[in-house]
């Protein structure tokens, strides 16, 4: 199955660079690879229309006829290589714990430095808007002229994650967007680079994403070296989402799966040296538990309360663990 993916990165030279610009419908084959061809792309409509057409369909529980599309939005220092590996693992991964979606990115410009953390918040800021515009809006109007229902999931990872947040703001201020009812079914944040704070229940930055999904999904880990840095030299002094978790103060639709015991257990003994700052902040990827802790997620076919890689600690609030509770129990 091809690759689809949205960019919005400009166009020089017949090459795609690293500053924001007019976003662009691309559809690659297996032996396509970054940084991506413009040559490549594809007509919007026709690209959606290709992209529904791709959708494994099924009948839900209802009687309805439905499918799935997860949307993943990368974080800063990914290169174009970086977010199309990461996408073809989860198009790999995902399949194989039960979810049969089709998987697609939005990538939008970064820059490939750590140091250049505040600037890349500046360019997500700008092209947070084409997420909801020219991706969850042209599909929600796309599969109401279908014989379908379109579930359509994000996943953001790290910086990610101040996309969804600015988009979804921005977007709830658009006439023409909200001419349209849109809202996205699952929400799951990995890393997320954004404050806890900002969370709760009514807050300004989030009461847009609140209001447009039906169920939020934090995984967060203590572990995670480069949310500290970011608490330290370049946020301020508001921790993150996607190190302490959710806040008490989060609503019923919020849930927050804690990643750190397991990565503990599992993952930090093959993290260590100066390559276990990366792997603390992007252990997911790959990672046999969390995907399958994920795939039930978007699935829905179970409760929250009953996924089988998580232990209930509270209301909303779990742990992730082994399927045979061993590693990263609590």
């Not at 032996?31 to 490549?40: G, K, Q, S, V, Y």
């Not at 109007?141 to 988009?167: F, K, W």
Request: proline letters at 5%; one cysteine or more.
């Amino acid at each position: 199955m091809p690759d689809y993916l949205i960019t919005v990165r400009s166009v020089s030279n017949g090459a795609f660079t690293d500053s924001p610009g007019a976003t662009t419908f691309l559809k690659l084959d297996d032996a396509d690879t970054a940084p991506f061809d413009p040559a490549l792309s594809m007509p919007p409509d026709d690209w959606v229309r290709e992209l529904i057409g791709q959708v494994v369909k099924s009948t839900d529980a209802t009687g309805v006829l439905r499918g799935d599309v997860l949307a993943f939005i990368h974080g800063y220092n990914n290169s174009m290589a970086d977010v199309l590996a990461r996408h073809r693992v989860l198009k790999r991964d995902l399949p194989a714990h039960g979810f049969v979606g089709t998987v697609i990115s939005f990538d939008w410009p970064c820059y490939d430095s750590a140091l250049a953390y505040v600037p890349d918040r500046e360019e997500a800021k700008q092209t947070a808007f084409g997420l909801v515009r020219d991706c969850i809006w042209r599909v929600a109007r796309m599969q109401s002229q279908l014989d379908c229902d379109i579930n359509v999931h994000l996943l953001a990872h790290s910086t990610g994650a101040y996309v969804v947040q600015e988009a979804f703001d921005d977007a709830d201020d658009r006439r023409a967007i909200n001419s349209i009812n849109w809202t996205v079914s699952q929400i799951a944040l990995i890393s997320g680079d954004i404050s806890s704070d900002s969370m709760a229940a009514g807050d300004a930055d989030t009461e847009s994403i609140y209001g447009h999904c039906v169920r939020l999904t934090n995984y967060s880990n203590g572990y995670d070296e480069v949310l500290q840095i970011s608490n330290i030299k370049r946020i301020g002094i508001e921790p993150r989402v996607g190190r302490v978790g959710l806040p008490a103060a989060a609503p019923a639709i919020a849930v927050n799966v804690d990643c750190s015991s397991y990565y503990q257990a599992a993952i930090m003994p093959q993290a260590l040296g100066a390559a276990g700052i990366t792997t603390s902040h992007s252990w997911q990827f790959g990672d046999p538990v969390f995907t399958e802790d994920l795939a039930q997620t978007l699935n829905g076919d179970v409760d929250r309360s009953v996924i089988t890689t998580r232990e209930m600690q509270a209301v909303n609030r779990f742990t992730l663990r082994s399927p045979n509770g061993s590693a990263g129990s609590s």
